[in-house]
Nanobody, 128 residues
């Protein structure tokens, strides 16, 4: 079965850092488009960053650009989201997602319906 397993969430003070991990089954990982979303209660799920595991630069939402960094370990079929200079507004449930159908340009649009595979989520809480 296709699986995405996140880890690395937690509580941190503003200005701190966390690194999220998303381990993917090999099938999912090789299907190229992987992303991070976040959601707070009562709001829509928001795309944070996306990458094409076949290579190239990652895409970042304006709200996290310069603070978050997407990386990958192909040998482990794992992607990471390094989050620095965290703000209270970054508090959310973070989800790893994968798409097996979209091309790179569409991947970076971070449209929720394009992503067929989701992890269980990991909570990030940033206190002021």
């Amino acid at each position: 079965p296709v699986q995405l397993v996140e880890s690395g969430g937690g509580s941190v003070q503003a200005g701190g850092s966390l690194r999220l991990s998303c381990a993917a089954s090999e099938y999912t990982y090789r299907r190229n488009c992987m992303a991070w979303f976040r959601q707070v209660p009562g709001k829509e799920r928001e795309g944070v960053a996306a990458t094409y595991t076949g290579g190239g630069s990652a895409f970042y939402a304006d709200s996290v650009k310069g603070r978050f960094t997407f990386s990958q370990d192909n040998a482990k079929s794992t992607v990471y989201l390094q989050m620095n200079s965290l703000k209270p507004d970054d508090t959310a449930m973070y989800y790893c997602a994968a798409s097996t159908t979209v091309i790179r340009s569409r991947c970076f649009r971070l449209d929720v319906p394009d992503f067929g595979y989701w992890g269980q989520g990991t909570q990030v809480t940033v206190s002021s």
